[in-house]
């Protein structure tokens, strides 16, 4: 059994210089990455009676160990560096067939 890890990550002003930090890093650590840029999704959430939204990018990594203490840590310095309050990371076990 393998996991693909995602992360959700907004778009902003300086998305191309994040972007490429973070797909170094993956890459380095997990030895590759994909990162679906070119068709930004759309996120909505309700926050105090108005509906937010962000443009995000999916970023995803398929290991064969979950090291949650790992991505937790990565999650909160890319909060920091973002200046978020939450970037969603999530994993699901997948089959490879």
């Known amino acids: 059994m393998s996991y693909l890890v995602e992360v959700l990550l907004p778009v902003c002003d300086d998305a191309g210089h994040i972007l490429q930090g973070v797909r170094d890093k993956l890459t380095n650590t997990f030895g590759?990455?994909?990162?679906?840029?070119?068709?930004?999704?759309?996120?909505?959430?309700?926050?105090?009676?108005?509906?937010?939204?962000?443009?995000?990018?999916?970023?995803?990594?398929?290991?064969?160990?979950?090291?949650?203490?790992?991505?937790?840590?990565?999650?909160?310095?890319?909060?920091?560096?973002?200046d978020q309050e939450e970037i969603v990371v999530r994993a699901s076990e997948v089959e490879r067939l």
């Open 32 to 82: 590759g990455v994909t990162m679906h840029v070119n068709a930004p999704a759309e996120g909505l959430w309700k926050s105090e009676g108005d509906v937010d939204r962000d443009r995000i990018v999916v970023v995803e990594v398929m290991t064969d160990e979950l090291d949650r203490k790992w991505w937790a840590a990565y999650r909160k310095e890319l909060e920091l560096r973002l």
